[in-house]
């Protein structure tokens, strides 16, 4: 039986959440009629976004994941169509799905919105101290966390995180199934990342469920920037994936360079990699110039940690 008090206590919290829903929909000026002033609604930007970020996307795919009505979606959707953002083709694995896909002019709609939302959230971040953006950016992710649906808070209690003294059979194991996952053309050997991982300043963890290992990381010291460090061969495996374990590793790694000193970790990907560009975008990295000579490389990202 649930004692008065402790109704008491979820009113409460209750009245606060609420309090803090009209706080932050009105600072990120989501009750506007258009999203950033643009041209589409908030509805149809997060579509598009989705359906630029994600691989195989399709209408119910959408709907389980935003949350939306199926007739309300389809109609939003076959607008987007019209328009000329999204291009829908029949899915060979199932034909009653139709894959979703930017076209070159929804595409360019997509980097504007980003534009736009990245300079909003910038001038909202940049007063503020850098130990401030650090506790601010740990809230979210703790809140993030709690509040996570659909029984993946409870599967990802049994993530552990560990940072590796020396090379293990599981980190090669996931090393190689990485570099054929992303078809990795410049590769570290055993070698090359023993003699890393004797750097105090780098580190590579993995992830497991259980004793299973799913994920890792690395994170080596970056040569050519000052008090820099780079993030390497972030993965996960397939069946694994939605249940937070990318963002522990990178919380792990994160804190781990910070610990050392490092001011920035920096990261290179490729146009084809859309759900990891997005999961870095979203934790807080930025675009920047060119720093390394990958021949793979055709985006480079970093983000102040210290």
Known sequence: MTSGSGLAGVDNAVLAVREFNRFYTARLGLLRRQHLDGEFSLTEARLLYEIGAGERVTASALRAQLGLDAGYISRLLAALTKQGLVAQAVSERDGRERLLT???VGEGKVAE???????????????????ERAAL???????????????ARDKRTA??????EALTEDALELLVEYYEAVQVVVR???????KMLADDAAGMWLAYLGERPVGCVVLRRLESVVRAGECK??????????LGIADALMDAEEAYARSKGLEWVYLDSHDGLKAAIALYR??????CERYNENPQATVFLRKRVG
């Open 188 to 194: 570290d050997g055993p070698e090359e990342m023993a």
């Open 233 to 242: 061969r972030l993965y996960v495996r397939p069946k694994a994936r939605g």
């Open 102 to 104: 930017l076209t070159a």
């Open 137 to 151: 950016l740990g809230s979210l992710n703790k809140v993030r966390s709690l509040l996570n649906t659909d029984g």
């Open 282 to 287: 979203r934790r807080g990295y930025v675009d």
């Open 113 to 131: 919105l980003n534009a736009r939302s990245s300079e909003e959230i910038r001038g909202m971040l940049e007063p503020l101290r850098v130990e």
């Open 159 to 164: 993530v552990r995180v560990v940072r590796l």
